[in-house]
């Protein structure tokens, strides 16, 4: 297709910004996105603002590295569905250089086309392509994402693998109050709904089972008999969790465990059927995303959720164990706020198989 070439002085967004891009542990986002891509390779531990939770709770160690695409395999660009976007479709297939936004910023401002005209073209906001530079232009062609068979697709699916980390009668009747269970808690979901976590244990048990899979070498795990065979646990609700306790442990059992981080990477590791364990920072914006906020237990600063798979219409399943009302059907842009410590909204996790 033809781009229309005699274009205005180029930019890459009405709002780009003439300051620096905020340091990754800023809490509030900032007035529009840098120009830089947003890939970035390691994380600043961050300050918790509740003394319930640790500072280090949800967040990765400080030499933690990521990588800016998911290593595992692509799903099939169709994947069954319509295609809805002729014109970015074809776009796409005569420039195959051009996979992110980030991709097409860049070719905007080579070509110098002005980058808002050239969205309006293909049929895209600039606006929203700035906020997430790392997201597939995919995602924009076809009626709906790549919908993983292993994967729930459903809120209610999805809620079969859902554990609360704190006490509730329907997801974790044994549960306490208040503790720093988030991360074996997701890890916990993200292995049930691969079929990896043992269905005899109870929803506590399985936190503990998880948090040992973690701290292998811990010598206070000890041995439970359930359905006549003997499951490690570890009972420390006090143990704070980083993102390479969840890798670690996921490879120790041969479920996966690869890091990866960008809104391509985690949308091709969800298609390729793998839960993702994320972590991030809890805030009134995030807990006002959910249907009842009397159900979220708020607490501390940094936590881990589970994306449990996408719905048809590409919302993200997302298992909070601090919501005891179960999964919860979101967008990007909804999804986003858990990421917003970090200038670039991007999520980082750890990928599931």
Partial sequence: MKIQSNLVTPKVSQ???TQPQPPLSALSRPPAP?????ARDTFEQRPSTNGLKPHLEGAPR???TVVSRYGGPRAAASGGRSVENEVLQTFLAEHPEIKTAQDLIDYASSKKLNFQTLCNQLGMSDDE????????????VYSGPVLAPNLPSTVDAANASFISQVGTPDFNPDGTAYNYNCGPTSLAMALRAQGKMPEVLSPAEQIDYARALMYPENPNIQHIERGGQQYAVLDEDNQPTHVDDVTH????????GEQGGGWSALDDALAAGKT???PGNVSTSWRDS???KSLYSLQGNGHFISVLGRTEDGKYLVADPLYSGGVVAMDRATLERFFQSNGTHDPVF???S
């Fill in 15 to 17: 709002s780009q910004p």
């Fill in 34 to 38: 840098p120009p830089a891509p947003f």
């Fill in 62 to 64: 400080g030499d933690s």
């Fill in 129 to 140: 392509l700035a906020a997430s530079r790392t997201v597939n232009l995919s995602e924009y």
């Fill in 249 to 256: 442990a996921a490879a120790g059992m041969g479920a996966g």
């Fill in 276 to 278: 993702v364990v994320c």
């Fill in 290 to 292: 959910f249907p009842d």
């Fill in 350 to 352: 750890a990928a599931i």
